[in-house]
């Protein structure tokens, strides 16, 4: 397995002291600063939902069906990224190329899923005035959309370069920050569309 | 490896200054952008003190004081001195520079993201300084930014300064994140073969777990940062208690963040010390690895203590109690810490170098900061010291050590490498000896009004009987006075640092003859650190190894 | 960079895997639909930590991975829970002795 780091890189990039690759390393730990980002949002979102009953039936007006569908089509996007992963491990590049463009694929899908949503509650009154679990949930699902966006053109990026066989290390890390986004979604679901 | 192996050089004044992905070069971009913003904000500090002494009075150099303006002095006071000199200088500005060094590579793992994380941070400068001349002019909600005065331009007057406050401490925040994952991979990562983790010199170390407690107590405050910035230009109401929202969740938002935040400026200057006192006591660090644990433990227990800021808040009382409880316990491995320093020099062989008194002051005035905290962490006594000047003298005696004399110990210890010339000693001495003596006098009145009762955030006294007496007034003027005699002796520091850059002695590459590895790179490195990647044989503080001709021992050195 | 990413850990079979969660989204879906509150809480949540951990270890290699950015990741959601417990009581609690939090009633624009 070849790791196809430019000499331009400093030495310092190429060690690896802790075993992990460095990339990947980083990748970790900006996970890890992600994870509290997330989770203090929806830390207070939690205890606020537990403190105003009626925010269940506020609940009540997302679309269960449309994010039950995006989380179908982000799980799938994620199978993707992970089957790319594979084809990069074995110097397929072309291949991880072709999985990441899927991954892409569903990453948009979900979007327009979203934009759609969002248009339909906007018209129906549901803005993120009315109330303050709207103005949780948009600013939640839009921190997570904002984060699909990244991730959307950090792997066309990567895609574009493993296509010619360079730096298809970076597939791998790319599918690891796609998956994290895919995990907060799993919890996005049940928190703002299943009501109690 | 037999050839280090670099980017190509860069040439002209932009690439080599401005642009540089260097970690030298950011690492002096940052420090010099932390010690310009010093500037900005012992100004505003100037004219606040102005007005408590002289109250109404026209302050020279600014003209009168409004309440308004008043309050937006004390607020970005305090954030600048944080967020943009204390921050920059012992987190981003030493640990750029340093770290690659120490630690044996050639640069930082990211370089680029390196570059990019000094373009946000210089970004965010430029917006905290232009949120102070908007219309309207800067937020003066304090530091703190607690809802609904925070949230409401309708209350606070500003809607310009609030929001570009908000975007400029966000924007840090991201600065620092993106800088934090450089600096951990690249310890984690790049160490020079035979640099075990407990060969690593502790200042490395207390950098990195400062960055890995910044990035596990900012994330929720900039949850709630992007929560108060809809509520102050959308009109959300996350933070409107009358529309289902609720301003303490700010509170505790911003604390649980803002408690960790004193140990990750902490950690740095700690280790910075460290450094200082085993070259200039020829002597090993006392309990390296019960320094090293006892710091980690200090970073997790540090995420346990954050309500003891809202005692008076209105939170539950038995909250209140575990809260005391964890901030009592917290002083110990603190307190563990100073005396391994103790430890460390008892039996030194001591040369008082002007780095090194810095090192000294820095435990002797800390200390003070640390049993005055002891006070203001049971909730019983901080019922009465809340809110009083006690506070502000209890975190300026552990603020100004952590920023001001460990920046100092730092800046005048490792100038030599830098800059490759040396500081003037007996200027460098006088320049320690005022800001000393007039630290100390601005203020030690300061725990005296505050027990008087003394509130903060308060532009005039005129109106409280029993704190305008003539006595209490005196103090004031006296801590203000201190105040601008301190800053008139900046002027030493700033005639001996340019005056050294431009004449300096040449400093060769171990002036100190110490033994961690930046000493054995030229003064300054070179672009690429070092001719051969070094290979680490032993600790960092072999000194005085009994047996030796030589007091000290360079890691890198073999045999 | 070595094999740490090396060949042969195709070992899981990322399309069972998948299968599995599909599965599991299910089973959450299907969940509130029997009405029993508490079980709507353990097929939502329960399911979506199940499938959050099987997303972590199989499809981030978090199963191959150093034991230590487990501990690393964990600890981060250890904070969350603390932040939780330091923050909810002061949230949840609407009244005690002698006053009363006001959170108004839906504004509606």
């Known amino acids: ?196 | 490896m037999a050839q280090t192996v670099v980017a190509a050089h860069p040439q002209t004044f932009w690439q080599r200054y401005v642009f540089s992905t260097d970690h030298k070069v950011i690492g002096l971009q940052y420090l010099f952008t932390g010690m310009a913003m010093a500037v900005v904000g012992a100004f505003l500090s100037y004219v606040f003190r102005m007005q408590l002494a002289f109250p109404g009075s026209a302050v020279p150099l600014y003209g009168v004081v409004t309440p308004g303006a008043y309050n937006a002095l004390v607020t970005n006071h305090g954030t600048i001195m944080i967020f943009w000199v204390a921050m920059p200088i012992l987190i981003a500005g030493f640990g750029n520079f340093l770290i690659p060094l120490m630690i044996g590579c050639d640069d930082m793992v990211f370089p680029r993201l390196n570059r990019l994380s000094y373009q946000v941070f210089f970004l965010s400068t430029v917006l905290i300084l232009v949120s102070l001349v908007v219309p309207g002019g800067g937020f003066g909600g304090a530091w703190t930014a607690y809802p609904p005065l925070s949230a409401s331009s309708q209350y606070n007057h500003t809607p310009w300064g609030a929001p570009l406050w908000l975007v400029a401490v966000a924007l840090e925040f991201v600065a620092f994140l993106m800088g934090g994952i450089n600096f951990v991979t690249t310890v984690m990562n790049a160490r020079a073969p035979g640099m075990t983790p407990f060969r690593v010199p502790i200042v490395v170390w207390m950098i990195v777990i400062a960055t890995v407690v910044f990035m596990a107590s900012v994330g929720p405050l900039v949850a709630g940062a992007v929560m108060l910035l809809f509520d102050q230009v959308l009109g959300t109401h996350f933070y409107d208690p009358a529309a289902g929202g609720d301003p303490l969740l700010w509170q505790h938002l911003f604390w649980f963040f803002g408690h960790p935040e004193v140990y990750v400026v902490l950690l740095p200057a700690l280790g910075v010390v460290a450094e200082v006192i085993t070259t200039f006591a020829r002597k090993k660090l006392f309990a390296y690895k019960t320094i090293l644990y006892t710091a980690i433990a200090t970073g997790i227990i540090s995420f346990f203590v954050w309500a003891h800021h809202q005692f008076v808040a209105g939170i539950d009382p038995r909250m209140a109690h575990l809260f005391t409880i964890t901030t009592l316990i917290i002083s110990i491995p603190i307190a563990e810490m100073t005396f391994a320093f103790i430890a460390t020099l008892y039996g030194g062989s001591i040369a008082l170098t002007t780095p090194m008194l810095w090192a000294l002051a820095f435990i002797a005035e800390f200390l003070l900061g640390g049993v005055t905290g002891i006070f203001l962490g049971a909730n019983a006594t901080d019922i009465f010291l809340h809110d009083t000047y006690f506070v502000v003298a209890h975190f300026h005696y552990t603020f100004f050590p952590i920023a001001i004399i460990g920046g100092f110990a730092g800046i005048t210890y490792w100038f030599p490498k830098m800059f490759g010339r040396l500081m003037d000693d007996r200027l460098g001495k006088l320049h320690f000896w005022i800001t000393i003596l007039a630290f100390n006098a601005i203020f030690l009145p300061l725990f005296v009004l505050g027990a008087a009762g003394e509130h903060r955030r308060i532009w005039s006294y005129a109106g409280f009987a029993q704190l305008a007496t003539p006595e209490f007034q005196t103090l004031r003027v006296v801590a203000t006075v201190a105040l601008i005699v301190m800053l008139i002796g900046q002027v030493v520091f700033v005639f001996n640092f340019v005056r050294s850059l431009v004449r300096g002695e040449p400093a060769g590459t171990n002036p100190w003859r110490a033994n961690t590895l930046e000493w054995a790179a030229p003064s300054p490195p070179p672009h690429g650190n070092f001719a051969e990647p070094p290979t680490v044989y032993r600790g960092p503080y072999e000194y005085s190894v009994p047996g030796r001709e030589l007091d000290y021992w360079p890691q890198h050195v073999p045999g | 960079m070595t094999a740490e990413t090396g060949v042969g850990h195709g070992h899981v079979d990322y399309l069972k895997v998948y299968l599995a969660l599909l599965v599991l989204l299910g089973v959450s879906l299907a969940g509130p639909l029997v009405g029993l509150w508490w079980l709507t809480l353990v097929t939502a949540f329960g399911v979506a930590v199940v499938k959050a951990l099987m997303v972590a270890a199989y499809f981030m290699h978090l199963n191959i991975e150093r034991r230590w950015v487990w501990y690393l990741l964990l600890l981060m959601l250890g904070f969350m829970i603390v932040l939780f417990a330091g923050v909810a009581p002061d949230v949840l609690q609407g009244e005690g002795q002698h006053w009363v939090k006001s959170s108004g009633a839906v504004p509606g624009h």
Request: no cysteine; aromatic share 14%; glycine share 10%.
């Open chain 1, 1 to 196: 397995m070849t790791h196809a780091i430019e000499a331009t890189t400093p030495l310092a990039t190429r060690r690896s002291a802790s075993g992990v690759p460095t990339g990947r390393l980083a990748v970790w730990w900006l996970l890890a600063s992600e994870i509290v980002i997330f989770g203090g949002l929806l830390a207070s979102y939690l205890m606020h939902r537990l403190h105003h009953p009626h925010w269940a039936d506020e609940a009540g007006h997302t679309n269960a069906i449309a994010g039950a569908f995006n989380t179908f089509v982000l799980l799938t996007s994620s199978l993707f990224a992970v089957l790319g992963h594979q084809a990069a491990e074995r110097g397929d590049g072309r291949g991880a190329a072709r999985y990441l463009v899927f991954t892409i694929g569903g990453g948009l899908v979900f979007l327009a899923v979203k934009a759609w949503e969002w248009t339909g509650e906007i018209r129906h009154g549901f803005t993120i005035f009315r109330d303050v679990f709207w103005a949780y949930y948009y600013t939640t699902t839009g921190l997570h959309g904002l984060h699909v966006v990244v991730g959307l053109v950090a792997m066309a990026f990567v895609a574009t370069e493993a296509r010619r066989g360079r730096n298809l290390h970076r597939v791998e890390l790319v599918g690891i920050y796609w998956h994290f986004v895919d995990a907060v979604w799993i919890f996005l679901f049940p928190l703002f569309y299943i009501a109690r």
